[in-house]
């Protein structure tokens, strides 16, 4: 009894997601340019806000912290996925396993609450605008930013540990391109059903809880919009439809995967390439094609860097 409580995987094997050498091909292009792109991006947007003054404002602190997060994210199953396209025999170890659950969970957790931020920060611009640097002062930015990690790696630290003591002692193929909880318990050597339950639940459920809070606080704010007058309702606007569409692109493949009653694994693969790979760039370019006041703060970054080359 004692040996089978003790795990005997050392390693995971991932089944990835084609053997076709054509669809093999494309996909290493396309998520190696994605990848690419999406550090790029989000690191010129956290460089923007670092060293231009005009956007030191608890917006974009919010924004380059979400950029921050976004590079930790797309770094954590990407880099591995695209080097295993072509390996017949694409492995991981036991603790590397356990890294990716931790880090994408805890990760995940930091950006639920840093949009819960951005859409408070949001609320308070647009509903008590004399309020609003009373109320969004530096104290109050970093203590969202100190809930959000709290927060994060609370909610993937008290997960892991209900599981990473789980016996494992013979299966380790996982039919996927990475690490993640559900497929993780299933390999385990016990009745592992309420533990599945409760970790798809609790994910499932903060997801699901934290959407319907984000969209119903952004309809409100919607709402306050529609009142104001047409320039600042026109820029109000085009800066809260960027933040929506970055919830919807963050929350819906996350409530898919931990409610959805029936996976289906072409669907699952495709949604968690979408998730690890095409949201983190997506974002940045989101937030820099529809927000004026970024396109300006890199243009001022480009001219500073010509005038430095020309200088040097």
């Not at 976004?70 to 396209?85: E, N, V």
């Not at 605008?129 to 930015?141: A, F, G, R, S, V």
């Not at 934290?210 to 606080?217: A, D, G, N, R, T």
Request: aromatic residues 14%; neutral net charge; contains cysteine.
């Amino acid at each position: 009894m004692d040996e089978v409580n003790h795990s005997v995987v050392a390693e995971f094997v991932f089944l990835g997601l084609s053997d076709s050498w054509e669809i093999q091909l494309l996909l290493f292009l396309f998520s190696s340019v994605v990848y690419v792109a999406s550090i790029l991006g989000n690191l010129l947007i956290l460089i923007t806000v670092i060293f231009d003054s005009h956007l030191h404002s608890p917006m974009y602190f919010l924004l380059a912290n979400l950029s921050f997060i976004d590079m930790g994210g797309s770094s954590i199953a990407a880099p591995k996925m695209i080097c295993d396209l072509f390996r017949n025999h694409k492995v991981i170890s036991f603790g590397g396993c356990v890294a990716q659950i931790f880090f994408s969970h805890a990760l995940g957790g930091v950006e639920m609450v840093l949009l819960i931020a951005m859409a408070f920060d949001r609320y308070v611009a647009i509903c008590k605008p004399l309020h609003y640097l009373t109320i969004m002062n530096p104290k109050m930015c970093i203590l969202l930013l100190i809930l959000a990690w709290i927060t994060g790696i609370t909610h993937s630290g008290v997960q892991l540990a209900f599981v990473v003591h789980l016996p494992f002692c013979g299966p380790n193929i996982l039919d996927s391109f990475f690490c993640d909880l559900p497929q993780f318990i299933q390999l385990a050597c016990m009745d592992t059903y309420r533990l599945q339950f409760m970790v798809n639940a609790n994910s499932g459920f903060i997801s699901l809880i934290c959407f319907c809070v984000l969209i119903i606080s952004y309809i409100f704010i919607l709402v306050t919009v529609q009142k104001q007058s047409s320039g600042v309702s026109s820029k109000a606007l085009s800066t809260l439809a960027a933040h929506i569409t970055v919830v919807f692109l963050f929350f819906c493949p996350l409530i898919f995967f931990y409610t959805w009653p029936h996976p289906v694994s072409h669907l699952d693969k495709f949604l968690a390439i979408f998730d690890a790979v095409v949201t983190p760039f997506l974002n940045p370019v989101i937030y820099t094609f529809r927000n004026k006041e970024m396109k300006l703060g890199m243009r001022r970054m480009y001219s500073r860097l010509a005038l430095l080359k020309k200088f040097s």
